[in-house]
């Protein structure tokens, strides 16, 4: 899988690619993630990639040309699947769309800045809009990271014990159980008795009455068409 990510800022995503779980999946080829300044797109001296709103109002505009060079160049190279702009505006990310997403070859993700892009690069450029958030950032390049790591986690080969992924939170609409790890006792708060007694098929009932118990507490929206027995 590749992602192509192009950004005004690409140090910004320096940091989420350049650390462990990404690192490594970039480092083993599960994927290819390429960043792409868009100042390099554009025509004029200045490397201009906004300017003022047609009409008047706070904010600058990002310009439709070098955005339309850059996925124009990169389509030249090979065909995607999704040009996905990053967007308060668009569809809420949640697991089932990550899961779909890790079933494409080639995304593109346009990260937005200021008052947004060009409603033109909306209406011809882009096939999807994604949001991470009802909230607003300041651009959508740590909505890309995020969009990317949850991603990149479900390539095969990505997570050194690949059933790992599948027992996720969200993955069957149930939220996680809770873990222990060492020490069993610890200043008197003990871990859970069924978690020792090395009988599987209770533990695996255990956890997932746990699942259910904490999903039912916390997000009983998730519940809707779940098998809870
Ligand atoms: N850009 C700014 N805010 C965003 C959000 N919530 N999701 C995706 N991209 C964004």
Same mark, same amino acid.
């Not at 995503?13 to 690192?23: A, E, M, N, R, T």
């Not at 389509?75 to 308060?88: A, F, L, N, Q, T």
């Not at 505006?89 to 995304?107: C, P, T, V, W, Y």
């Not at 999903?215 to 009983?220: C, E, G, K, V």
């Given at each position: 899988?590749?992602?192509? =990510? ?14 462990? /779980? ?8 599960? *994927?290819? *993630? $390429? ?10 001296? $200045? ?19 070098? =955005? ?61 809009? /994604? ?9 959508? @390049? %740590? ?8 991603? /990149?986690?479900? &390539? ?38 069924? %978690? ?6 209770? /533990? @695996? ?16 929206? &998730? &519940?809707?068409? *779940?098998?809870?027995?």
């Amino acid at each position: 899988m590749r992602f192509d =990510i192009i950004t005004t800022l690409p140090r910004l995503l320096d940091s989420p690619f350049g650390d462990s /779980i990404l690192k490594r999946a970039i480092q083993k080829q599960r *994927v290819e *993630v $390429h960043v792409h300044d868009l100042r390099q797109y554009a025509t004029d001296k $200045h490397r201009t990639t906004d300017d003022y709103a047609f009409g008047g109002g706070a904010g600058m505009v990002m310009l439709i040309e070098p =955005i339309d060079r850059c996925i124009q160049k990169l389509k030249s190279e090979r065909p995607y699947d999704d040009v996905i702009y990053m967007s308060p505006d668009g569809e809420l990310f949640n697991q089932r769309m990550a899961n779909e997403l890790s079933l494409r070859q080639n995304l593109i993700l346009l990260c937005g800045h200021y008052k947004g892009v060009d409603e033109r690069v909306r209406e011809h450029l882009i096939t999807k809009e /994604i949001s991470i958030g009802d909230y607003v950032l300041s651009g959508g @390049e %740590l909505a890309a990271a995020v969009v990317a790591d949850a991603v /990149i986690r479900l &390539l095969p080969g990505v997570l050194s014990d690949e059933t790992s992924a599948l027992t996720d939170s969200f993955q069957d609409n149930l939220l996680a159980p809770p873990v222990y790890t060492r020490p069993a006792n610890y200043c008197g708060w003990p871990v859970p008795d069924i %978690l020792l007694s090395g009988h599987q098929a209770k /533990i @695996e009932a255990w956890r997932h009455e746990k699942a259910v118990e904490r999903t039912r507490q916390r997000r009983p929206g &998730l &519940l809707d068409g *779940v098998k809870t027995d």
